[in-house]
């Protein structure tokens, strides 16, 4: 899949597609069925399906402090929507001179001219160009104007089903991790690259992998029984384990991080990308009065997660 880095990037070759727009955070069910009516579509006219995403997204650039959690990453959209069918990923760098665009050079200059669109699927509550002035009715008579074929997104969402990345991070909040799973179409998880850390758990009798997280806020914290998976092998390996999400109250009070403790583990995944998936929470992150006290809850969370995988009858442990 073609993934498109700004849009002084696009070629004269790229011209030609059908298009959708959103931020696609979680690529759940409810975008997987406007994907399905985009690659549908690309196939009847025989052109790109294309996908045109944000970064940062729009609410990270003008409200940081309240933007949302991200459940995915750039990277891990990109795989999703791969898997999906989607042929082209356009990645708009969003600052402040892209939001000053007014709507309707957003339609002429980029929609028409550079991307030459065939066909735009959109939420009718979609808002774009300077002061978001551009709404449905514009693109409408846009499409007339211009010969571009136009469908709400609506036409696709899943029956008397309200999924939204919003409510699958209230879910996760909750710890409702089989509602999110539900809406997600899988396992809620978290990818990233093992880094070196301060060697803390090894010093404690637990070693951990530490994750970059690549995200100002993670949308969940505390520990659960997750597997891990190796994505730098292949076929990909599955782990077994139990991970950290949070600030580490007892010995840093640090920004979130990713510690996961591998059950029977010796190898060295340093630099190796990993996908956390999250099977059940077993408790909210605390502060413990010593060393000693945070020891032992890490052996009991260990216990649990163990009791877990055996109820499940997982027992490569």
């Known amino acids: 899949m073609q993934l498109i880095r700004g849009i002084n990037n696009i070629r004269p ?3 030609g597609c059908v298009l959708t727009i959103g931020n696609f955070d979680g690529v759940h069910l409810g975008h997987r069925r406007v994907i399905e009516a985009l690659v549908s579509k690309a196939r009847v006219l025989n052109c790109a399906a294309a996908v ?5 997204q729009p609410q990270e650039l003008f409200a940081p402090e309240t933007a949302p959690a991200r459940l995915t990453r750039l990277r891990d959209k990109y795989n999703l929507l791969k898997m999906l069918g989607v042929d082209r990923v356009i990645c708009v760098n969003f600052n402040r001179k892209f939001s000053g665009i007014t709507a309707t050079d957003f339609i002429a200059q980029l929609l028409v001219n550079k991307l030459g669109i065939k066909h735009l699927i959109i939420g009718d509550d979609f808002r774009f160009g300077k002061n978001r002035q551009g709404n ?6 846009a499409s007339s104007k211009f010969c571009f074929g136009l469908s709400d ?4 969402k899943l029956a008397d089903c309200r999924i939204s990345s919003t409510a699958i991070r209230k879910a996760l909040e909750q710890d409702k991790l089989h509602d999110a799973a539900q809406m997600l179409g899988r396992q809620y998880s978290i990818t990233g690259r093992v880094v070196h850390g301060d060697k803390r758990g090894r010093e404690l009798g ?6 970059l997280l690549k995200r100002r806020v993670s949308p969940v914290s505390g520990v659960y029984v997750v597997n ?3 994505h730098s092998i292949e076929p990909i390996a599955t782990l077994y384990g139990v991970a950290n999400i949070g ?3 007892t010995v840093a009070g640090i920004r979130q991080q990713l510690e996961v403790h591998i059950f029977n583990f010796n190898g060295n995944l340093y630099g190796q990308a990993v996908e956390i998936v999250l099977l059940e929470k077993l408790r909210c992150e605390q502060r413990f009065a010593s060393l000693n006290e945070l020891t032992t809850q890490i052996a009991l969370d ?3 997660a163990k009791s877990y995988f055996k109820v499940h009858n997982i027992q490569k442990y």
């Open 13 to 15: 070759d790229d011209h």
């Open 247 to 249: 600030s580490r109250p």
């Open 206 to 211: 637990f070693p951990t992998a530490n994750v």
């Open 153 to 156: 997104t609506a036409s696709y």
């Open 302 to 304: 260990c216990q649990q």
């Open 52 to 56: 045109m995403v944000f970064e940062p």
């Open 136 to 141: 449905f009715a514009l693109l409408k008579q």
């Open 228 to 230: 891990i998976l190796n």
